[in-house]
């Protein structure tokens, strides 16, 4: 005979299926991972970044001025520092391929 908050299976209706686990009482957000509360950290920390460094900075180029915000002229750097690694790791890569065959 199956019970109110009880199946076939044994788990209550409340049990989590995959891991067998009962949630605590009172409480609706789930466990925090590693590699989601490091991503919340850096999220946090890119948030002040941004908010400490909202003054306009001009940049010189050659014949080329732009104006803008300081964390935006920084993230527009390292995004072409970033490609710049992809395509170099791209390339070396390709060599490497082609000298094992």
Request: charged share 15%; glycine share 8%.
């Amino acid at each position: 005979m199956v019970t109110r908050g009880s199946s076939l299976s044994g788990m209550s209706d409340s049990t989590d299926r995959r891991t067998g686990n009962v949630p605590a009482k009172g409480r609706s957000l789930p466990a925090l991972s590693l590699s989601r509360g490091i991503a919340l950290i850096l999220t946090i920390l890119a948030v002040v970044f941004i908010l400490q460094n909202r003054d306009s900075i001009s940049v010189d180029l050659f014949w080329v001025s732009v104006r803008s915000p300081l964390w935006f002229i920084l993230i527009v750097l390292f995004a072409v520092g970033w490609l710049a690694g992809v395509l170099t790791a791209r390339g070396r890569s390709k060599r490497k391929a082609a000298q094992t065959v």
